[in-house]
């Protein structure tokens, strides 16, 4: 039942006037027609496990990892490869965190069922830990039972933003010393001439005691995780999977390998 | 589905619907984007062929919420929006002072909402949604949905009776906020 108040909103309405009505002969529906119908969707790449042992390990280690659902969303941009990106992040104070995340999803959703009988469910998603790598920003986010995480480049005024989430993930709090995986692997958004390359990437949580987290990349480079408010994340351009151990630095100085799982 | 079928389909969707998705895009996207976002939207429908539901309308405009908001323009939409709304004037015809006084109380109001709060509420006044078809868009129970709209609806109104002078250093504030 519309109340008063929405029909004098509706007065408002900023297109209230605008007339676009379609017709079979429009050029624009003829471009959309000439599109390989069958061509990957840009808005459902597949993200796929870096090193599937490694989550497989997650689950048994204490995560009731059901990834359910997960979507991976972007846009049909054609942004350069990552050349500024850095094996080290750098800090962003929360003020400026709370703006990189701004472009991120708010919640992410449990879909059950299909059609007009599919149960959808809304999880609010909050952002944990933001880091920046040259010119590209990745924010993690997490609510109740749900993940995600979020990859947002510089692009100016309109820049380009990843997302993924999955629903039905408890993200078990290590203990003191240890490290639990949250979301592990490669993100491609590469088809088509939109190709931007794929990115790899890992978060979860870490106990208090833990101050630094480092991870090889299969070529040897190491990669400095963010390590923030007992979650840490990283990230590295390509399909290169990371080493499946994570050396982990501790407040007290000392140093140990840790499971990425 | 073969091409031929999917051809009619995506035309009829078109036909009968391109209109609305461009009021539904013009409401939250700066005009020199509305094109582009209105063809991608039509783009995947027409690689989602098979998937467009019966009522197509919520699916659509769920479907362009996605590239927008995929766009990272979410924040800018909604204050060029309020700036549109504020440039809006009265009719002639309703030229009577407190009609326009009331009209003016009410994009004050709209202008210190929330996105969200805003976003559930145009999907209704504006797009011309049920509560089910609109929770469709967003992804959310019906019920959520109407919990939302109800919410949204009384800060609207409370925001509304707010004295202008109150209103002005609440946006004022609210721009200044990080």
Same mark, same amino acid.
């Given at each position: 039942m519309r109340s008063p108040l929405m029909d004098e909103l509706s007065r408002?309405? +900023? =297109?209230? *006037?605008l007339r676009a009505p379609g017709s079979p002969h429009d050029p624009e529906l003829a471009a959309v027609l000439a599109a390989d119908r069958r061509a990957p969707a840009a808005y459902r790449p597949v993200r796929r496990p870096a090193h599937p042992a490694a989550i497989a390990g997650t689950v048994a280690g204490g995560v009731a990892a059901v990834a359910v659902g997960v979507t991976l969303t972007t846009t049909l941009g054609a942004p350069t490869a990552y050349a500024t990106w850095t094996a080290v992040p750098v800090a962003v104070d929360a003020a400026d965190a709370v703006e990189r995340a701004g =472009?991120? +999803?708010?919640a992410a959703h449990d879909i059950a069922g299909d059609g007009a009988e599919a149960e959808i469910t809304e999880v609010p998603l909050e952002p944990v830990l933001a880091e920046a790598r040259g010119d590209y920003t990745y924010v993690v986010l997490a609510g109740d039972g749900a993940v995600g995480d979020c990859f947002v480049t510089s692009g100016g005024e309109a820049p380009d933003v990843y997302s993924s989430d999955a629903v039905g993930v408890e993200v078990a709090v290590p203990d003191a010393r240890g490290l639990t995986v949250a979301g592990s692997g490669t993100a491609s958004?590469?088809? *088509?001439? =939109? =190709?931007?390359g794929a990115v790899t990437s890992v978060f979860g949580r870490v106990g208090d005691e833990v101050a630094a987290v480092t991870v090889a990349r299969t070529d040897g480079e190491l990669v400095e995780a963010t390590v923030e408010d007992g979650w840490f994340a990283l990230w590295a351009p390509g399909e290169s999977a990371f080493a499946t151990s994570a050396q982990v630095t501790y407040t007290d100085g000392t140093v140990a390998d840790a499971p990425l799982g | 589905m073969d091409d031929a079928e999917a051809r009619t389909v995506l035309t009829r969707l078109w036909v009968d619907h391109r209109e609305e998705v461009v009021r539904f895009v013009a409401r939250r996207a700066e005009p020199e984007h509305v094109d582009d976002v209105v063809s991608e939207t039509f783009l995947v429908a027409w690689r989602r062929v098979d998937e467009v539901p019966t009522e197509a309308r919520p699916w659509l405009y769920g479907v362009a919420r996605n590239v927008l908001a995929t766009q990272g323009r979410t924040h800018g939409r909604w204050r060029a929006l309020g700036v549109r709304l504020g440039q809006e004037p009265a009719t002639a015809s309703e030229g009577v002072d407190e009609v326009v006084t009331e009209r003016t109380d009410l994009r004050r109001a709209w202008e210190l909402l929330g996105d969200a709060d805003r976003e559930v509420i145009a999907l209704v006044a504006w797009d011309g949604l049920t509560n089910i078809e609109a929770a469709q868009v967003l992804g959310c129970r019906a019920s959520t949905f109407a919990v939302r709209l109800n919410r949204a609806r009384k800060r609207l109104l409370a925001f509304s009776e707010v004295p202008s002078g109150t209103a002005d250093k609440l946006r004022r504030l609210q721009q200044e906020a990080p």
């Open positions: 408002l309405d +900023p =297109a209230r *006037g =472009a991120c +999803p708010t958004w590469s088809a *088509g001439d =939109a =190709a931007e | -």
